[in-house]
Every structure is written in structure tokens, then in C-alpha cells.
């Protein structure tokens, strides 16, 4: 006998019997889910709710991911005031007028976390994420220069491009923002005594081409932050001798910027520095938010290049925006307002001091097994990096040891440093707040139970070939990209 379809046994219960109907008790629990095309009819919402749960639950328990920087755990309230938001239009400033005050509101307190001069008029906004923050750091840097270029009467239409100089521990937007844009990219290596920028040689890179410097407080790699205070004097003798075409700063603090204020205040990385114009953060990392908020903030008017700003008419109304991303959700914007009310200075310090407790448990726990060379002992920011001692004689690699431990649910990546350091492997934990010590004894009782079995193991699989299978490294870049256009070495003429 063929089966009603699902559609007809809903049509057919009434209120009582439809809920009262155990859903997977129920043929309508038997809807397929949709892959190539739409279903044809409807399906009811408790079913559809409870079938998407179910395929998604096989997935890998949030809380043990310990490669992203990305939040994984809000307060009950948070979501809640988010949820409740989800509908309004961000862009829309005219119709949400209250809701543009509290991005101002993150705006102005940002700022003064990050030594902001009001008496600059201070310009940001928020953006979708740090990526599409750095793209408009970029592109105020970019913007800048063709502007000081023309006035120094430099042809910008030759084959020379600008370029931008950054360190090799780059995240992948900078490598688009160069692509998409057509600016150079010229890397300082990393090497391993020098794990951030090199000051020895950045400067090596530069010339009137240079559109500015960008530093970065948290490489993606190993968290460690540049010297930005050092790179700031080397800019300023730089730029005493070059006056048409001063170089200019950009921190790229996705992760450091919204923990050094709280746990390193006395660091001089910020808008104290006279070099420093723009900083972008990820209110989804440290900022404590779930994934979809960043902010980018320029020091004053000076350093927001006006061509940046769009007048735009929407729905009765002339706003101002900056943002690459036009319509989206204010959500997360108010997600960002609420954790920053409701932790305040004290509170984001608290959970950021417990956090960095946590990481630097780990790195006692790491050392301990004499095993491991530690690259980053969360110095700057929660986390812990870590390769084989050399010369140490075991049958394994940290490719085995990432797929033994995903075995019992935890993601801790495996991966190759970039160009210049990439015969040394390493591993790497992301340590956020939903990552209490309790988990952080289970991760190191599960690291030794798997480097037990990994030792007496007759068959280790030797997994060496690279990071495709072994987790996901928040880099968004793989080791080598074909036609990428980075140049790891100074120019001739720079030499």
C-alpha cells in the first residue's frame, strides 16, 4: 500500500493530535531533506527544526574545536537580545536610528580602549568581520598614498605597483586585499628567532611605492604579537627622511586588540604611537561575540581617506557609510554592545586573566612531557604553539597526534609554518572562555593516553602530507598559493 505523503497526514491531524504526535513517532518525520532542489510541499516546522538538529549534531562539539580564534559560547541573554534583532538592517540608519547609536557607541569605546584622541575625531564603523575590516584598512592605506604619490609628482600608472609590507605570519585577506586591489605584497620572513616582524629587516622592504606597514598583534600561526612600538620608531626615521611619502601603520589586531588592553595595558601598540592610523579587531574573537562582527577605526579625519566614504540615499534618508557590506544583519552589532555593557573593563579582564590561566596550564602540562618545543607560551594572547623537539626519537608525527585526539572529539590542528619555516610543523590551541581548566586536564589526559598509544602502535599511518585532512589552522591560506604575487625578499635596489 503506498504511503500518504507527509503533507496529507499533517493536513489531516488537528491542533490536539498534530503536537500531541511524538515527531519521530510520526511518517512526517520521513520528509527528505532537500539537496539538488526544493521540496515540493511544505514541511511542518517541528519536523523540519528536529531534522536539521539531527543532521547537524553529528558535526564536532563546538566547545573542543581549539583552532578557531571564533567565539563559541554566549550568555543565554546575549543570544537572546541578538535573536530578537536579527530582522533589523544595519545599514538602514534612518529606520534604526537606536541601533546606529549603539555602533557609534562601540565605535567610541574601542577608541578609547585603544587610546583614541577625540580631539582627532576618531572614524570608524563596524563591518562584517576583521577580513572586510583589514580590506578597509587596506584600502585607507592605498587610498592615502595615491593621494601623497600624486602631490610628489610619482607616476602611479607605471608597472611598478604599490605595495604593501607585512610579515609571512599573514591571515589570507591581506593576500586578497593585494590581489583584488593590485598591490604587491611584499612578506618579511619568519624565521625561528624571529617568530614576529623582523625590525632588522622590514624597513629593507620599503620605498615610495610602500602605501604602509601592516603589523600584526597575534600572528594566526603561533598568536605572537609584532613589536609595534619598535616598528613605530623605525617609520618615524624613516619618514624624517622621506616627507613627501611618510609611511603609516596598520595594526591588524583580529585577536590581540581587544585582549592586550586588559591584560597588557602598559603595551605601547596603539593610537599612543604617533605611526599608528588605522586598527581593525573581530568583535567574534576576543571581542567575545559569535561569528559576524569586526571593527575598523582610523585615528582622526586625517587618516580616513574621504574617497572611503559613501553618502548614500536609503529608504528617506542620506547616510554615511564606510563598510564594503551593505545590508545586513544588526544582530551582531548589538551582540557586541551588550558583551561590552555587560562585561565591562573589569569583567573582559576577568575572562581574559582565567583564559590565559588555562593556556598557560597547557604550556607547564606540554613541557613537562619533554616532548615539545613550545613556539608560543601565551605570552601575548591565550594561545599555546608548540613542534617536536628536534632530535627527539619517536615513531610519530603531529599529524598522527591531531587525528588521534580528534578520535575523542578534540580539533587541535597540525600544520606547516609559512615560507621559510615550512619544514617545521607545529600545533596549535586557540584557548576562548567556554575553555575552563576542567576541559584543559581532559585535553592533556587525552594527549598522553594518544601519544601512549601512538608510541607502542606497530602501525603509525605517517601522516606528513600537509594540513588538507588535519584541521583548520584559522590561516585561510594554504602553504603555497598558485599565483599568489608575494615577494619574500627586498627589492635589488632595496638589498
Known sequence: MKKESASKILDSMDEKTRYLTPIFGSEASDAQMPRLKMNLNPVEPRVSYEMIKEYLSIEGNATQNLTTFCQTYMEPMATRIMAETMDKNAIDKDEYPMTADLENRCVAMLGDLWHADPAEEPMGTSTVGSSEACMLGGLGMLFRWKKLAKDAGINIYTEQRPNLVISSGYQVCWEKFCRYWDVEMRLVPLEKDHLSLNMDTVMDHVDDHTIGITAILG?????????????????????????????????????????????????????????????????????????????????????????????????????????????????????????????????????????????????????????????????????????????????????????????????????????????????????????????????????????????????????????????????????????????????????
Open 219 to 495: 600572528i594566526t600561526y603561533t598568536g605572537k604579537f609584532d613589536d609595534v612600538k619598535a616598528l613605530d620608531a623605525l617609520v618615524e626615521s624613516y619618514n624624517q627622511d622621506h616627507p613627501k611619502m611618510p609611511i603609516r601603520i596598520h595594526v591588524d589586531g583580529a585577536s590581540g586588540s581587544m585582549v592586550a588592553p586588559f591584560i597588557s595595558p602598559d603595551l605601547e601598540w596603539d593610537f599612543q604611537l604617533k605611526n599608528v592610523w588605522s586598527i581593525n579587531t573581530s568583535g567574534h574573537k576576543y571581542g567575545l561575540v559569535y561569528p559576524g562582527v569586526g571593527w575598523v577605526i582610523w585615528r582622526s579625519k586625517e587618516a580616513l581617506p574621504e574617497d572611503l566614504i559613501f553618502w548614500v540615499s536609503y529608504l528617506g534618508g542620506n547616510e554615511a557609510t564606510m563598510a564594503i557590506n551593505f545590508s545586513r544583519s544588526a544582530s551582531q552589532i548589538v551582540g557586541q554592545y551588550y558583551v561590552l555593557m555587560r562585561n565591562g573593563f573589569n569583567g573582559y579582564k576577568e575572562i581574559h586573566e582565567r583564559t590565559m590561566d588555562v593556556a598557560h596550564y597547557l604550556v607547564d602540562e606540554l613541557e613537562e612531557m619533554g616532548l615539545f618545543e613550545i613556539y608560543e607560551d601565551a605570552g601575548n594572547i591565550p594561545i599555546v604553539c608548540w613542534g617536536l623537539k628536534d632530535g627527539v626519537d619517536v615513531p610519530w608525527t603531529l599529524y598522527d597526534l591531531s587525528d588521534r585526539l580528534r578520535m575523542s572529539g578534540w580539533l587541535v590542528p597540525a600544520y606547516p609554518m609559512p615560507a621559510d619555516m615550512q619544514d617545521t610543523i607545529v600545533q596549535r590551541v586557540v584557548a576562548r572562555q567556554d575553555f575552563s581548566m576542567q576541559l584543559c586536564v581532559k585535553l592533556v589526559e587525552d594527549m598522553k593516553k594518544e601519544i601512549d598509544t601512538l608510541s607502542k602502535a606497530k602501525f603509525v599511518t605517517g601522516n606528513t602530507q600537509g594540513t588538507i585532512n588535519t584541521g583548520f589552522d584559522h590561516g585561510g591560506r594554504a602553504l603555497v598559493s598558485k599565483g599568489a604575487d608575494v615577494q619574500t625578499t627586498a627589492p635589488s635596489s632595496q638589498k
